[in-house]
Structure formats: structure tokens, C-alpha cells
Nanobody, 122 residues
Framework: QVQLQESGPGLVKPSQTLSLTCTVS??????????WSWIRQPPGGGMEWMGA???????WYKPSLKRRISISRDTSKNQFTLQLTSVTPEDTAIYYC??????????????WGQGTQVTVSS
């Protein structure tokens, strides 16, 4: 069974870079799912797909985030990472990583991490 775990700082200052890592166990980021995505949910809001990386390492990003977001992977560690630059309090959210056969999965599809709270505040 594929399991995912997000890790990273829970508090980031405005204008800094948010960096999160998703560690995958019980499977491989090069075989188990076609897409590995980052999704977030702000307080009182819905799920927002941010971007994804596929089996081959190609990436896709939500257009409104494209200037600030980068997703990469380390196949030797079976991890993929999210970097979001120039954060503001509006980036405060629970951040999830997920693996699924489609790029923008619902929580019922594929494998998801438990989520990690990130707060942007000085």
C-alpha cells in the first residue's frame, strides 16, 4: 500500500520560500501512479490543486501560481518537493501531497498524505 507523508516547517515568514517534501513509501514515484501532486486547502476554503510531476519528471502548474511554484523530485529518496516563493498570509493552508492516475485527484482517488499545516506570518 502506497503511503505519503508531508514534511516541512509549519511557520513561514512573508516573502520567504515555503518548502515541503513528500516522502513516498510502499511504492515508487517512478511507477505506482502517473502523477504526483500538491494540493492545498486554505482556512474555510476548498481544495486547490497547485501542480504535479509525472513519472517521467515533467511538471504542470496552476497558471496563477506559475511564477512562484516549483515541483521537483529525488528518485533515489523516493521523494518529491514543493517550493513556493514570495509567500503571503494568503498561502496559509493545509498542504497535501498525493499520488493518483490523474493530475487533479479528489481525496477519494489514489493515495494522499495526511496533510501538514503551513502558516505564513511574521
Amino acid at each position: 500500500q502506497v503511503q505519503l507523508q508531508e514534511s516541512g516547517p509549519g511557520l513561514v515568514k512573508p516573502s520567504q520560500t515555503l518548502s515541503l517534501t513528500c516522502t513516498v513509501s510502499g511504492g515508487s514515484i517512478t511507477t505506482n501512479y502517473d502523477y504526483w501532486s500538491w494540493i492545498r486547502q486554505p482556512p474555510g476554503g476548498g481544495m486547490e490543486w497547485m501542480g504535479a510531476i509525472n513519472l517521467s519528471g515533467s511538471t504542470w502548474y496552476k497558471p496563477s501560481l506559475k511564477r512562484r511554484i516549483s515541483i521537483s523530485r529525488d528518485t533515489s529518496k523516493n521523494q518529491f518537493t514543493l517550493q513556493l516563493t514570495s509567500v503571503t498570509p494568503e498561502d496559509t493552508a493545509i498542504y497535501y501531497c498525493a499520488g493518483a492516475p490523474i493530475m487533479t485527484p479528489e481525496p477519494s482517488l489514489g493515495a494522499w498524505g495526511q496533510g501538514t499545516q503551513v502558516t505564513v506570518s511574521s
